[in-house]
């Protein structure tokens, strides 16, 4: 992929981290889990938990997004662009904050691939979460379906790549 390509790539893939750190920020910054226990229609022990691990999946999905922006955003500032380690923070990117969404550590949603590229959500919750929790799932979704889109060719394109540039295991 020509180096252009990369450049504009990356700063794609930046706004839209942006984005989604702003939004998960915000959210948790203002929202704690007792806020969340009155928001929900049931106040149990098993609802906690589940708010306790959703969250704990935010926070993670927090950290590798605003990794993956400081990365990318020293890939752009350099005087010179470096194509292969634009490369490999935009693999990155993929394998960590994207994967991080689609596949959250204590599994509280989960992408059901036949509502993918319809008008309907495809996020589907393990339990009903509060409102509030639920809009800004669903918001960072449209961002990171998006985000996914833009990056799988590419992402196709460098691991083929990657695989070619290994020397090839001979048996003996």
């Known amino acids: ?3 252009e390509q990369i450049k504009d790539l990356c700063k794609l893939t ?15 910054n203002g929202y704690h889990i007792p806020k969340l226990l009155e928001e929900s229609d049931v106040r149990d022990e098993e609802t906690e938990t589940y708010l306790k691990e959703y969250v704990s999946d935010l926070r993670h999905l927090l950290v590798a997004c605003e990794i993956g922006y400081e990365k990318l955003s020293l890939v752009l500032r350099r005087a010179k662009f ?4 634009a490369e490999k923070v935009l693999h990155e990117v993929v394998h960590v904050c994207i994967y991080n969404f689609y596949y959250p550590r204590n599994e509280v949603y989960e992408e059901d691939g036949r509502y993918c590229y319809t008008a309907q959500d495809a996020i589907r919750f393990r339990q009903q979460p509060p409102e509030s929790l639920r809009k800004l799932t669903l918001s960072l979704s449209k961002v990171f379906e998006e985000l996914r889109d ?7 394109d460098y691991e ?9 295991l ?3």
């Not at 930046?14 to 948790?28: A, I, Q, S």
């Not at 083929?160 to 090839?168: C, D, G, V």
């Open 1 to 3: 992929m020509p180096a």
């Open 14 to 28: 930046r706004d839209r981290l942006k984005v989604v750190n702003e939004r998960l920020e915000g959210f948790l």
């Open 82 to 85: 470096n194509s292969a380690f």
């Open 150 to 156: 833009e990056l799988e060719y590419y992402e196709t």
């Open 160 to 168: 083929t790549r990657m695989r070619m540039q290994q020397p090839s």
């Open 170 to 172: 001979v048996m003996r």
